[in-house]
C-alpha cells in the first residue's frame, strides 16, 4: 500500500504505520469526493445539505434536554439522577444504531488485507471506520452536554465531569463498534438474521404497545390509581436490579460523580477506571473479532446455500424446456420467473419483512383510540397512507439486491422493460396486501368506512405508487446502492433517494388531503370518485410512457449501474 517499492526494512517503524494510515485516509476521501463526481452526484450533494441541518435538529434536541436536566439535577442536590440521562443515552444509542445504521463506507476496508498491513493497525483502521456512525456521535454530544451542565450548576465539577463523561461515551462507542462487529459475523446466516429480527420487531412492538397503554393521551378514562400502580411497580422492579446494574458503566460514571461532590478524588479515579476497563474489555472483544478477519474469514451464507440444494434441484432448474415458446409465452414465462425469484427476495430479507409488518401493527394499536375520539372518516386514508411508507421506498432501489448479478441482465435474452416491470410487480403486489390487510382490520374492529372511500383510498394508493415506481425506476439505474443480507443496519436507498420517496408520498397525501377538503367544502361528494380516477389515470399514463424509456435509458447508464453494484 504505502512505500511498496522501498526495500522492507528489518523492522518495522511507527513512521511507516503513521503512512498507512495517511495513505487510507487519502484514498477515502478521494473515493467519496470522485463519487460525487459521478452522474447523479450533485443531487446527492443536494440532498445531503437538505438532509444534514434537519438530523443537526433532530440530535440537539436530545443534547439540549439532558444538559437542562443535568443542570437541574445538580442544582437542586439530586446529582445521582443523572444515571437516568446516562441509561437513556445508551439506549438511545443502540436504538439508532439498528434504524439508523453505520454510515455507508466508500470501500470495504477487509480489502487491506492485502497490504502488509499489521494486525494492529488493521483493527485500528476498523475500529475509526465505524466511530462517526450517527448514534456514536449523538452518544458523545449527550455525554458532553450533561458535563457542561453539571459544570455550570457545580463550577468545581466542570473538570471532573468532562473526564467521567469523556470515559464514559469512549466505553459507548467501543461496545457499539463491538457490537456491530459481532452482529455482522451472527447475521451471517439466514437463521440468525431472522431471530435477530424477531427480536427487534418483539422489542418494538412492546414499547410501542406500553406506550399505547399507558401514555394518557390515549388512556383517558383510566384513572390516575392506574398510573399509579404502573408506576409504582416500576419503581419497584428497578429497585431490585439496581445492584446489578451498579456494577455497569452509566452507574460507575455516577457514582464516581457523587465522590468528587463529597471530596473523594480517589474513589472517583477509582470508578472512571473501572469504566475505562469497560472500554478495554469492549475493544479486546472487537479486536478478536477484527484478528479472524485479518486471517481470512469471509462473511457469506452462499456457499453454504449453494451447497444445501439437492442435485435433482439444480439439474431440473437447468433442464431445456420441452418446445419452443412463442414471444407471448416467453415473456409471461421469464415475468413469473423473475416475479418469483423477487419472491424469494422478500423471503430471506427479513429486513424488508420488518418494515411492512411493523406499520400494519402500528396501525392496529392506534386505529381503535383514534376512531374512537370521532375522527373515522380520516382513519383509512390515513392508515393507508402510513403503510405505504414501508412500500415506497423498495421502488427507488429495486436493483440494490442483484449485485454482481446484475451484469447478466445485459447478457440475457430479456427484455430489461420487462425486468423492470416484474421488480414493479413485486412493489403492486406488497402494497394491495398491506392496503387489504389494513382494511379488513379496520373493518373487523368495528370501523366499517363508506365503499365510496374505500374506492377513493384505493386510486389515491395507486396514484401514489405508481408515480413512485416511475420515479423509482430512474432513480434504481442513477443512484443504485448495493445492500448486503450479511451487513447489519445497512442503508437501503441513497439520500436522495430517500428524500424523494418521502416527499412523493408526502405530496401526494397533502394533494389527496386538499381534495377531499374541496369536495366536502363545495358539497359535490358525488365527484370524489371520478376526480381520483382521473388522477390515477394520468399516473397509468405516466408510468407506461417512463417504462417503454427505460431501456434505452438504462443502457446508456448501464456502467455506472454496473459500477455501483458490482463494486466490493
Not at 396 to 414: H, K, R, S, V
Not at 482 to 508: D, N, T, W, Y
Amino acid at each position: 500500500m504505502a512505500e511498496l517499492t522501498q526495500p522492507r526494512p528489518a523492522r518495522w517503524t511507527s513512521r511507516q504505520t503513521i503512512v498507512q494510515f495517511r495513505a487510507v485516509a487519502w484514498l477515502r476521501w478521494r473515493i467519496l469526493v470522485n463519487g460525487f463526481r459521478r452522474k447523479g452526484g450533485a443531487s446527492e450533494i443536494v440532498a445531503r445539505i437538505i438532509l444534514y441541518p434537519v438530523v443537526v435538529a433532530f440530535a440537539l434536541f436530545p443534547t439540549v434536554g439532558s444538559g437542562i436536566a443535568a443542570w437541574y439535577f445538580t442544582r437542586n442536590a439530586l446529582l445521582g439522577h443523572v444515571d437516568w440521562l446516562l441509561w437513556g443515552a445508551f439506549f438511545l444509542g443502540q436504538f439508532l444504531s439498528i434504524n439508523l445504521g453505520r454510515p455507508g463506507t466508500t470501500f470495504n476496508p477487509i480489502e487491506l488485507i492485502r497490504f502488509p498491513v499489521r494486525l494492529r493497525s488493521f483493527v485500528a483502521i476498523r475500529l475509526f471506520f465505524g466511530m462517526l456512525a450517527p448514534a456514536n456521535v449523538l452518544v458523545v454530544m449527550i455525554s458532553l452536554a450533561i458535563a457542561l451542565g453539571i459544570g455550570m450548576a457545580l463550577p468545581g465539577l466542570l473538570f471532573p465531569a468532562f473526564v467521567a463523561l469523556g470515559v464514559f461515551a469512549l466505553a459507548n462507542v467501543l461496545f457499539t463498534r463491538m457490537i456491530f462487529a459481532w452482529v455482522d459475523r451472527w447475521l451471517s446466516t439466514r437463521r440468525a438474521r431472522e431471530v435477530f429480527t424477531a427480536l427487534v420487531f418483539v422489542a418494538s412492538m412492546g414499547f410501542q404497545w406500553l406506550n399505547v397503554t399507558l401514555n394518557p393521551a390515549y388512556n383517558h378514562h383510566h384513572e390516575q390509581a392506574f398510573y399509579g400502580q404502573y408506576l409504582r411497580g416500576t419503581v419497584h422492579f428497578l429497585h431490585r436490579i439496581h445492584p446489578i446494574l451498579a456494577f455497569l458503566p452509566p452507574e460507575l460514571t455516577t457514582t464516581a460523580l457523587l465522590s468528587q461532590e463529597r471530596g473523594s478524588a480517589f474513589l472517583f479515579f477509582t470508578y472512571v477506571a473501572a469504566t475505562a476497563l469497560f472500554g478495554v474489555a469492549f475493544l479486546t472483544v472487537f479486536a478478536l473479532r477484527t484478528r479472524t478477519e485479518f486471517h481470512g474469514e469471509a462473511l457469506s451464507d452462499v456457499a453454504n446455500a449453494v451447497a444445501a440444494t439437492p442435485r435433482r434441484r439444480i439439474s431440473r432448474a437447468l433442464r431445456l424446456p420441452a418446445r419452443a415458446l412463442n414471444p407471448s409465452e416467453r415473456r409471461r414465462s421469464v415475468l413469473l420467473g423473475m416475479l418469483g425469484k423477487e419472491l424469494l427476495y422478500v423471503r430471506r430479507n427479513t429486513g424488508l419483512f420488518y418494515s411492512l409488518i411493523v406499520p400494519i401493527l402500528m396501525v392496529f394499536l392506534f386505529a381503535t383510540r383514534i376512531s374512537a375520539h370521532g375522527n373515522s372518516f380520516w382513519l383509512l386514508p390515513a392508515a393507508i397512507a402510513y403503510v405505504l411508507f414501508g412500500v415506497m421506498p423498495l421502488s427507488y432501489n429495486i436493483f440494490g439486491l442483484e449485485a454482481t448479478g446484475m451484469q447478466f441482465y445485459f447478457l440475457a435474452p430479456i427484455r430489461l422493460r420487462d425486468l423492470f416491470l416484474a421488480k414493479n410487480l413485486l412493489n403492486v403486489l406488497l402494497a394491495a396486501i398491506e392496503v387489504a390487510t389494513v382494511i379488513a382490520m379496520l373493518t373487523y374492529m368495528g370501523v366499517r368506512p363508506k365503499p365510496e372511500l374505500i374506492i377513493v383510498s384505493l386510486l389515491w394508493a395507486a396514484s401514489t405508487l405508481l408515480i413512485g415506481m416511475t420515479l423509482g425506476n430512474h432513480r434504481s439505474v442513477r443512484a443504485p446502492m448495493r445492500i448486503e443480507f450479511s451487513r447489519a443496519a445497512g442503508k437501503q436507498a441513497s439520500p436522495l433517494s430517500a428524500l424523494m420517496s418521502m416527499g412523493v408520498l408526502i405530496g401526494f397525501a397533502a394533494l389527496g388531503w386538499g381534495i377531499l377538503l374541496l369536495v366536502a367544502m363545495f358539497h359535490i361528494e358525488t365527484l370524489l370518485v371520478p376526480i381520483f380516477a382521473c388522477l390515477a389515470a394520468a399516473a397509468s399514463v405516466l408510468y407506461i410512457l417512463g417504462l417503454r424509456k427505460l431501456e434505452s435509458f438504462t443502457l446508456v447508464n448501464r456502467e455506472a449501474l454496473l459500477s455501483m453494484l458490482c463494486k466490493q
